[in-house]
């Protein structure tokens, strides 16, 4: 593994103005580097001596770090120095030399100006949510420039800063900002480690954004055809401020997608036609994947780079089965360091370090997969989406180690106690390449109790006796989601999509009636469709499938909880283990606490149907099956014979007093 993928240094620039915190310092980095650049020609030129010499005297294929005033290193790249804030290793292979990981201009270098300029694009429509697309334009072509300066100015590669620093300079230095987002605006007064970290954090504040509008067929080909690079930047800052840790590589893979969409319906025949399933798969898939990266960021956020960590060695363990254990540790490791980029909105760090973890794998097929092939085969920014995505390997190899190597061996707990954090590792890696049909939650709560069994057994004098038991107390971790999934397939296979959404919004609204309606609505229709998604497949696919969406639609659910809190039973759950929030939520029981709300009839309107089974509950707590089935069955034909009369929402009020009466 390249050492920059497991390690990338970080650092802080100190050059004098450079360091002034404060809503000032934007202005006054725009107007330095011009002015900072001279001071330093004479120091320049003597270390580009010392380059040329040091090149000469190692040759080109050693390692060299040399110092110079105990302050920069710089090291020598084809007759040109240059400089950087890191006193660290340089290699020097041929006549490259690697930059500063974090240095504007590299990324530029590496990413393109095209690449470069979108990610920034994201970067600040997610941290600008109110400010329209002109202004975020406008403040997207001046960091570009900025970075365009860095990287043809082969003497100020030193003043191009950390990544974060003329982001948040650009912040800062926006008159406005105070104006429109107060909270962040203070984050200007904090030093300058910690001043991209708030912005960060206030980028999540609640913002209600409507929803995107149905495609207008016509009027979107039009502006295709007159400025495709317009409707593509709309359409880049629409989705981005809509889900503000939606990963920047990602979205620009996703608008890759719309640009081909828009290729293709726009050239046919029946453009709406063409357009409206494709578009909505498109927003569906948009969604998902913003759902997914919420959970990997709320993960890091709350459980830490250990717990990500691990839940990429399960996963990437199923997925290839063939690869050993150090190979996935370090593919775990490193795919985790580019997730963590992405939720701190380190996007372009995130999508340099994408391209080299995705040019790694496929240099290291042999040692990950024969699979990857058709993946490597891509352009860059779709190289890593499909490694990311592809299904992987279905077999199990036969010489891989036995889950009872864990149990049976008499040397476990010496194995255990001398390296406990690698041991569970292999743990996971052992039991995920056996069990591919465990969830990836499955696995990682196997671990967590198998963990807890090592910590009494390995203590006791007759160890082995204590953990050969281990399998027998794993077995009821096992068998749980494999009935809670069965059961709720079997409702599904009964009822159909929309009675089983129904079943859900019962159970749930039983559950945690506290919640609001349109709460329960919402993670009822959520859960529905996993049903529709997860029922279908094979046996031996379906409980991965459930549990593993489950995690993310609870991580969604427990977030919007977390900021209006409505309910303890939920802050229980919520606060959980991400692992053990799903089988926290199936093991509660109905509220007896709850006390019914009183009827109201405004509640139960003509245009909110599916709000009306959670309404009656909520009224109604006691309420048997058959009563609901009852009241629910009157409820429907009322709908059809009201929307046949002349004074529609009149017929529906008189109507839903006396069906209401049970």
Request: hydrophobic share 35%; glycine share 4%.
């Amino acid at each position: 593994m390249d050492a920059h993928l497991r390690d990338l240094p970080t650092g802080k620039t100190k050059v004098g103005f450079l360091e002034q915190p404060g809503r000032q310092e934007g202005r006054e980095v725009e107007q330095g580097y011009s002015a900072a650049a001279g001071n330093w020609q004479q120091q320049l030129r003597a270390l580009y001596s010392a380059g040329r010499e040091a090149g000469r005297m190692v040759g080109m294929n050693r390692e060299l770090t040399w110092q110079v005033a105990g302050c920069w290193s710089c090291h020598w790249s084809g007759g040109i120095v240059w400089l950087r804030t890191q006193t660290v290793s340089v290699r020097i292979v041929g006549a490259h030399c690697e930059w500063d990981k974090r240095e504007l201009a590299h990324r530029y270098v590496d990413l393109g100006e095209e690449y470069f300029r979108d990610l920034v694009l994201v970067t600040f429509s997610q941290f600008l949510r109110k400010y329209p697309l002109e202004d975020i334009i406008k403040i997207t072509n001046k960091i570009t420039e900025l970075a365009r300066v860095c990287a043809l100015d082969k003497l100020g590669a030193v003043f191009c800063k950390l990544l974060d620093t003329p982001f948040t300079a650009k912040l800062c230095s926006l008159t406005s900002l105070p104006a429109n987002y107060d909270d962040m605006a203070d984050c200007c007064e904090a030093e300058a480690p910690l001043r991209y970290q708030c912005f960060v954090k206030h980028k999540g504040d609640e913002l209600t954004i409507p929803p995107a509008g149905t495609i207008d067929s016509d009027a979107t080909c039009t502006a295709f055809k007159a400025n495709e690079q317009t409707l593509l930047e709309t359409h880049i800052y629409e989705v981005a401020r809509r889900h503000p840790f939606f990963y920047g590589p990602e979205l620009l893979y996703s608008t890759q997608e719309y640009k081909g969409v828009l290729t293709e319906c726009c050239a046919a025949a029946d453009k709406a036609a063409c357009l409206g399933p494709k578009m909505n798969a498109l927003q569906e898939k948009i969604l998902s994947s913003a759902f997914i990266e919420k959970f990997k960021c709320s993960m890091l956020q709350n459980s830490g780079e250990s717990a990500l960590i691990e839940w990429f060695i399960v996963r990437l363990s199923q997925k290839f089965p063939f690869a050993d254990f150090v190979t996935i540790s370090n593919l775990a490791t490193n795919f985790t360091k580019v997730h963590k980029e992405c939720c701190q909105s380190d996007m372009l760090e995130c999508a340099d370090d994408r391209a080299d973890l995705a040019k790694y794998m496929c240099k290291n097929q042999a040692a990950i997969s024969t699979l990857l092939a058709d993946c490597c085969n891509k352009p860059v920014l779709e190289k890593f989406y499909c490694l990311a995505e592809m299904a992987g390997d279905n077999m199990v190899p036969v010489q891989a180690p036995q889950t009872t190597d864990f149990v049976e061996n008499e040397d476990v707990c010496k194995d255990y106690k001398e390296a406990k954090v690698d041991f569970l590792d292999k743990f996971l890696h052992t039991h995920s390449r056996k069990y591919p049909e465990f969830s990836v939650s499955l696995i990682l709560r196997l671990a967590k109790k198998y963990h807890a069994i090592m910590e009494e057994c390995c203590d006791t004098h007759d160890n082995q006796a204590c953990y050969t038991k281990v399998l027998y107390e794993l077995q009821p971790l096992v068998d749980e989601p494999h009935e809670f999934v069965k059961k709720d397939c079997e409702t599904f296979k009964n009822l159909g999509e929309y009675g089983f959404q129904d079943a859900l919004l019962v159970r749930y609204t039983k559950k945690i009636p506290q919640l609001s309606t349109p709460t329960l609505v919402y993670l009822s229709t959520k859960l529905a469709s996993m049903g529709s998604k997860c029922c279908m497949l094979p046996e031996s696919q379906r409980t991965a499938c459930a549990e593993d969406d489950l995690s993310v639609a609870l991580n969604v659910f427990c977030t919007a909880h977390e900021q209006t809190p409505v309910s303890p039973r939920v802050t229980i759950c919520c606060t959980e283990s991400f692992l053990d929030r799903r089988p926290c939520f199936s093991a509660l029981e109905d509220d007896e606490t709850y006390i019914p709300k009183q009827f109201n009839a405004a509640t139960f309107t003509l245009h909110a149907f599916c709000s009306a089974l959670a309404e009656l509950l909520k009224h109604k707590p006691k309420a048997t099956e058959e009563q609901l089935k009852t009241v629910m069955e009157k409820f429907s034909a009322l709908i059809q014979k009201c929307c046949a009369a002349d004074d529609k929402e009149a017929c529906f009020a008189d109507e839903v007093l006396e069906s209401s009466s049970f």
